[in-house]
């Protein structure tokens, strides 16, 4: 059973900068890939960034520049670094791990920009 579990969400003022955290029951470089997706009120879940076992990295572009996807192996544990952050940022922020075709999704963590 694949458990992913995020952490660091919280309110932040706009220019500020947070840091996500995904931890996984599993070896990370046993997925395709990793990512990340968020979801506003209101809104569909949308792509944020992803990154391959091969270091490949992905952005959206309402991000790029903006926001960096990392990754502990020794860890098993998958990072969001957010900095510049803007009130349209807010959302839950859900950490995904895709294994052959299958998408396992963490509980979410909010995060919420005051302007």
């Known amino acids: 059973q694949v458990q992913l579990v995020e952490s660091g969400g919280g309110l932040v003022q706009a220019g500020g900068s947070l840091r996500l955290s995904c931890a996984a029951s599993i070896n990370i470089l046993s997925a395709n890939d990793v990512g990340w997706y968020r979801q506003a009120p209101g809104k569909q879940r949308e792509f944020i960034a992803t990154?391959?076992?091969?270091?490949?990295?992905n952005y959206a572009d309402s991000v790029k520049g903006r926001f960096t996807i990392s990754r502990d192996n020794a860890k098993n544990t998958v990072y969001l670094q957010m900095n510049s952050l803007k009130p349209e940022d807010t959302a839950v922020y859900y950490c995904n791990a895709k294994i052959w075709w299958i998408h396992y999704w963490g509980q979410g963590t909010p995060v919420t920009v005051s302007s």
């Open positions: 990154m391959t076992k091969d270091d490949n990295t």
